[in-house]
C-alpha cells in the first residue's frame, strides 16, 4: 500500500489596494497556475474585507503574499497572517517592512558593506517649510548630476525620473510626492542593469542567474509590463568575475536583510566594475515578463517544481 502526502493547501494572496494592484493580479494568478499543474491545492484572494473571515474558515496550510506595493510589502498583510497563527511563504513583516523603505534598506546595505549610490531623504513637508530652490540647489551641489529622483516607498518605477538638468529637478519631485510623501534623492549610476532572484527551497539560499535589462528610455512601468518595450539577456552579458559579484551582492542582501524563501535585489554595474545595490524586494513580480520567472526557467528550472518546492520548503517539509 502506498500512501501519499496529502496536497497541501495554500492560499495567494493577489491584488490589494496599491498602484501595483493590477500586476499583482497577473503575478498571482501565474503562480496559482504553475503550482495547480503540479497538483497544489491552491485558490487566490484579494485583500478585501472578506479575506480575514475567509482565512479563519479555510486555515490553509500557508499564505504565499503576491502583494505589490504598500501593505503587501510593507510588512502590514504579513503581520495579519501571522496574527491569525497561519505559515507564510517569504520574508517575515520585520524584514519586509525593513526592505520595503528604499532609505532604510540602503542603510543597511551600507553597513553590510554593499556599495549603494549616495542619496537624501526629502520629505514633502520639509521641502516647502525650506523652500523648494534652497533644497534643490543644495541637493546638485552634492550629488551632481545625473541623479535619481524616486518614491521613498514604492515600485514598479512608479513616480521615478532620471533628472539630467538641474531645471528638470522640480517637476521630477512633483511627480514623486505623487506617489509617496518622501522622496529620495540618490546619484544615478550609468551602466548595466540587472536584478539577481534569490530561491531558498530548503538547502540555503542561491542565486538565479541575473537578468540584464535593456530599454530604449526609462525601464518604467510601460516597458515592464508590455512584452517588446525591453529586452532582457538571461544570462546577463557580465564577464565570469562579474557575474560571481552580483550573485555575491544578492545573495549577501539576502541574507543581511533576513530574507527568506525568495527576493530579488536590482543591481547596475557601472563603467568601473561596481556592482551598485538599488534595492531588494521580499515580493518581486511573478507576471510572465517578470524577472525572477525568467531566471529560474534560464536556469533550467520548471516554475511549477520551483514554487512546489518553495511551499514544501516553507512547510518544513
Ligand atoms: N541610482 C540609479 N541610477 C540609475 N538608474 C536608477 C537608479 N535608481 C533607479 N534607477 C532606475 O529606476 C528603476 C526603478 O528603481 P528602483 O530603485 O528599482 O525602484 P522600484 O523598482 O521599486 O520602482 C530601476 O530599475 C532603474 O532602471
Ligand atoms: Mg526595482
Redesign the pocket.
Known sequence: MSTTAPSPRVVVLAGGLSHERDVSLRSGRRVADALRSVGVDVSVHDVDADLVPALVQLQPDLVWPLLHGTSGEDGSVRDVVQMLGLRLLGSGPRESRIAWSKPIAKTVAARAGLATPDFVTLPQSLFRELGARHVLDAIVRMLGLPVVVKPSRG?S?LGVTLVASADDLPQAMVDCFAYSDTALVERAVLGTEVAVSVVDTGDGPFALPAVEIVTEGPYDFDARYNPGRTEYFTPARLSQAMTASVAELALAAHEAFGLEALSRT?VIVDADGTPWF??V?VAPGMTETSLLPQAAEAAGLSLGTLYRSLVEASLGR
Open positions: 515600485g518605477a536590482d538599488l534595492e524586494n
